[in-house]
């Protein structure tokens, strides 16, 4: 009996193919005595050596899915197969853990002669002059001024911690535009904790000590300082073509940016225009109008408009009454 199943059951990839379609077959009709018969002969077959079969043809899986079959002795014989097959499995697993890592050998220690530093020639710098923070000394910029001054500088304290939080949020808007305008400044050292104390120091003079006021102006300058679609405002302090001991007697609509200003100067004309009348708004030389569709056969010109009005029956054409607004030039057609 054992010489005629191990002829019967020789686990090639085929058999194994052969035998998973018909086990699915069974178990889609549910024909649970070919299934019981099918799980006979794989528990016969001899599949140490064909786990890889087994995975490969799907066998493995719908004898899994057979393990929990309604029927309680095909479940119980599938079962019993996975878990055959579970054991063939565990050797393999044990032989690559204790099989050992091949470590390889360490890198050959070579010592090396420490090389000695040549000994370099340093020029002193010369003493940074205090005051309003910009001096034309030697290239401290680069990282040294975008990190808080390349003089070195230390920033003052007033006493007061209103004051003193003003000069540390002003010093760290000033070091931030320094830091973005690194190339600009080449040669000139700046130092933001300078130009924090001297920015402080001119609106506590001006607005009288720590006030609404001073607080107010401390809000737009910072706001301004710091806002990304206004670098010129920055660029400018930092560069020394605004003065920090001006910024706090400064209109704040100077400090806005060259876009804001062109919309509010925008702004200014149309509602200047919107309660002029007609003869005012045809002498105001500031208006700006847009080039239209028609051409004006007196002087060329596009900037046009026209309306269309309906002077005959309804079935008729309108007609197009038309305007220049450089000449002032009026024509109508149909």
């Not at 001899?46 to 786990?51: E, G, I, R």
């Not at 010093?171 to 040669?187: H, Q, T, W, Y």
Request: proline share 5%.
């Amino acid at each position: 009996v054992g010489t005629q199943r191990r002829q019967a059951m020789d686990l090639t990839e085929a058999k194994a193919l052969e035998l998973n379609k018909a086990l699915s077959g069974a178990l889609d009709r549910q024909d649970w005595a070919i299934t019981r018969d099918l799980l006979q002969q794989l528990q016969s077959a001899d599949a140490s050596n064909k786990l890889k079969v087994l995975g490969t043809t799907k066998l493995s899986k719908t004898v899994f899915k057979l393990s929990k079959a309604s029927d309680t002795a095909t479940a119980d014989a599938a079962a019993e197969l996975v878990q055959k097959w579970r054991q063939l499995l565990k050797p393999a697993e044990k032989v690559g853990e204790k099989r050992p890592r091949e470590q390889s050998p360490p890198p050959p220690q070579v010592k090396h002669e420490a090389a000695k530093p040549e000994p370099a020639a340093e020029a002193p710098a010369p003493p940074a002059p205090s005051g309003s923070g910009h001096s034309s000394g030697g290239v401290g910029g680069g990282s040294g001024s975008a990190s808080g001054g390349s003089g070195g500088g230390v920033l003052a304290k007033t006493g007061e911690p209103t004051r003193d939080m003003v000069r540390a949020k002003l010093r760290d808007a000033f070091a931030k535009g320094i830091s973005d305008n690194v190339k600009l400044l080449r040669e000139l050292d700046v130092d933001p904790c300078s130009l924090a104390a001297e920015c402080e120091e001119a609106m506590a003079a001006k607005f009288g000590g720590v006030g609404k006021d001073y607080q107010a102006r401390f809000r737009s300058l910072i706001f301004n300082l710091k806002d990304p679609k206004n670098p010129e405002f920055s660029r400018a302090v930092v560069l020394g073509q605004l003065h920090v001991g001006s910024l706090c007697e400064m209109d704040v609509k100077e400090m806005a940016s060259a876009e804001v200003k062109k919309q509010r100067h925008d702004w200014s004309e149309h509602a200047k225009m919107a309660l002029m009348d007609e003869q005012t708004y045809n002498q105001y030389t500031g208006k700006q109008v847009q080039d239209g569709i028609l051409k004006c056969p007196k002087c060329k010109s596009m900037k046009t408009s026209y309306v269309e009005v309906q002077t005959r029956s309804a079935d008729e054409p309108t007609t197009k009454k038309c305007l220049c607004t450089d000449c002032t030039y009026r024509w109508k057609f149909c």
